[in-house]
């Protein structure tokens, strides 16, 4: 009777680390979807501040964008098993895509009526 207890304690802990498992990638898979838009709005817009020479703005988007990059990375680099890097690229190419389409659309154009 002790062996079926500690089998079904056994049973019952393991579903519960799977859970936690899964709360954490769905956690880190919002995490970098997030960052990498912000990241990738912020490099859009570096080069379009580029090619206006707003010099003070390029230090500022590229100084948090590539510190955006880095901890990202970092994510990728501890993640634990080759599903959980999968949904992280995931995570992170659709927040790229969907960074650089926000500013294609709808940014690009306020900036460029609001300054010419």
């Given at each position: 009777m002790d062996e079926d207890e500690l089998e079904y ?7 519960d680390s799977k859970k936690k498992d899964k709360d ?59 599903r959980e890097r999968f949904i992280l690229f995931v ?26």
């Amino acid at each position: 009777m002790d062996e079926d207890e500690l089998e079904y304690l056994l049973r019952v802990t393991s579903r519960d680390s799977k859970k936690k498992d899964k709360d954490e990638i769905k956690k880190k898979f919002l995490i970098t979807f997030v960052l990498c838009l912000i990241a990738d709005l912020m490099s859009s817009f570096d080069s379009y501040a580029m090619t206006h020479d707003w010099i003070p703005t390029q230090v500022v988007t590229g100084l948090l964008s590539q510190s955006i990059w880095f901890s990202t990375g970092i994510f990728i680099y501890e993640a634990k098993s080759r599903r959980e890097r999968f949904i992280l690229f995931v995570g992170t190419a659709l927040g790229c895509s969907l960074g650089s389409t926000l500013m294609l659309t709808f940014l690009k154009p306020f900036f460029n009526s609001f300054f010419s």
